[in-house]
């Protein structure tokens, strides 16, 4: 497809599992971002890659959340010892990192139960 | 403080009513700045973005002093489709970076 994809788009979890969630950006986009919007709130940033520099991971509320991006191309966010504040919807974007419009996923619907 | 303020709402207004958001920032290095929709349990899709000049898309119109620190969104004639969360997001560099998302603020248009 032509937008960003993101899997799973729903995940039901136990406390304390680990989850990975997937995000394929637009080919050829080459800024990556990682947002989270608990329900009725805000977006909060968490994690944003450009090219090949360092990511900003200033967002990122605990160790516990780890993002990479392979290749610069598919990133996967990682919640080590999910907690039940962790229950989101984790939107992952992307644009061609030329100041113009980033494009959203759909979201990952993340519940800890 | 917050990197960007807006009035969460609701607006409720009827079909045919204009409606005016604004929405303030903290930086004075910000650069970039833009206009969000997001649909109920659907993803922030972008508007409009916001230029000094003000702008102006069909019934929306949008304007920037950044000497007030200080974005605005008009909607003239609402339509019932235009029921939506409208997010503000600033961003301190020229090719993005970091965007910073207001909490958004809610309309309805009723018939």
């Known amino acids: 497809g032509a937008g960003v994809s993101q899997s799973p788009s729903n995940k039901v979890t136990e406390k304390g599992k680990d989850v990975e969630l997937r995000c394929d950006p637009i080919?050829?986009?080459?800024?990556l971002y990682w947002y989270r919007q608990s329900l009725g709130q805000g977006l909060e940033f968490l994690i944003y890659f450009q090219g090949n520099s360092a990511p900003d991971k200033s967002g990122l509320p605990s160790d516990r959340f780890s993002a990479e991006r392979t290749g610069g191309s598919v990133s996967t966010l990682t919640i080590q010892r999910t907690q039940q504040e962790d229950s989101a919807v984790y939107l992952c974007?992307?644009?061609?990192?030329?100041?113009?419009?980033?494009?959203f996923g759909e979201g990952s619907w993340l519940t800890v139960v | 403080r917050k990197e960007v303020e807006q009035d969460p709402g609701p607006f409720n207004v009827p079909e045919g009513a204009t409606v005016a958001f604004n929405c303030t920032y903290s930086?004075?290095?910000?650069?970039?700045f833009f206009w969000y929709r997001q649909d109920c349990r659907k993803e922030p899709k972008l508007l409009m973005s916001v230029y000094s000049s003000g702008n102006e898309d069909g019934r929306f119109t949008a304007q920037l002093n950044r000497a007030s620190q200080y974005i605005s969104l008009l909607i003239r004639d609402s339509k019932l489709s235009d029921s939506a969360t409208y997010l503000c997001v600033v961003s301190r560099g020229s090719t993005l970076g970091r965007l910073y998302f207001g909490r958004g603020t809610q309309l309805t248009v009723w018939p």
């Open positions: 080919s050829g986009h080459t800024a």
């Open positions: 974007a992307s644009s061609a990192g030329n100041g113009n419009t980033i494009y």
């Open positions: 930086n004075s290095a910000s650069q970039s």
